[in-house]
């Protein structure tokens, strides 16, 4: 079945490691993938996304993920985390111009000040 | 602020009550959505709708009905409401397509007792 999965369900850090959040998808064919945040009681945000070209995305607040097509992968990284980085963190896809974005089930991560 | 906006944030209801979620967006956006968050499992899409005047079923749509008002408002109904629908529920919209990422509202969160 065509999914979105998240290798981690909980990571926690210190403040000032670094971060790498596993996301690897099983659809075929052109996709767009997506990270989003999610502060603790707020709705979720868009930390950067990735349609085409340089498979090395920058976004919001330090974060950056690479896109491998050979490994089906998106992992999201951060060279040094802050405490205001604790949330939850979801990786979704959508095929290309299509209306259904598909998530993986979240990692949380917390970070220790 | 523009956004999408839902309403209520929190409702109880007993099983076997019906209440309607109701969501407007005032970004001009073509889609809308209507998703569950439920721990350990992600966003699950219930409904969509590509354009004004269309609905489409996700991945988890029974129990759900929905409605497209009009371009800002997309509504989601609970016949006859079960445990099992306890969840949070968030609207969201987009471009058409989706490409450039979903815009979330705040959610809302639903105990059926």
């Known amino acids: 079945a065509q999914s979105v999965s998240q290798h981690n369900h909980h990571v926690i850090l210190s403040e000032a490691a670094s971060l790498e959040l596993g996301c690897n998808y099983s659809?075929?064919?052109?996709?767009?993938l997506f990270w989003y945040v999610q502060y603790p009681g707020q709705h979720l945000q868009l930390l950067l996304k990735?349609?085409?070209?340089?498979?090395l995305v920058k976004g919001i607040k330090g974060f950056e993920a690479e896109f491998i097509k050979s490994k089906f992968s998106f992992n999201l990284r951060k060279p040094s985390v802050q405490w205001s980085d604790t949330a939850e963190y979801f990786c979704a896809v959508t095929l290309y111009n299509n209306n259904d974005m598909r998530f993986g089930a979240g990692t949380r991560l917390t970070v220790k000040p | 602020n523009a956004g999408v906006t839902q309403t209520p944030k929190f409702q109880v209801l007993k099983t076997g009550q019906s209440m309607t979620l109701q969501c407007a967006q005032d970004?001009?956006?073509?889609?809308m959505y209507w998703y569950r968050q439920d721990p350990g499992m992600g966003l699950r899409l219930i409904y969509y709708s590509a354009s004004e005047g269309t609905t489409d079923k996700g991945e988890v749509p029974n129990g759900y009905n929905v409605s497209r008002l009009n371009k800002r408002e997309f509504s989601l109904r609970l016949e006859s409401a079960a445990p099992s629908q306890t969840s949070v529920y968030f609207c969201?919209?987009?471009?058409?397509?989706?490409?450039?990422?979903?815009?979330f509202g705040s959610g809302t969160r639903l105990t059926v007792v």
């Open positions: 969201a919209s987009s471009d058409s397509g989706g490409r450039y990422g979903y815009t």
């Open positions: 659809y075929g064919g052109t996709v767009n």
């Open positions: 970004m001009n956006h073509n889609s």
């Open positions: 990735y349609f085409s070209g340089d498979p």
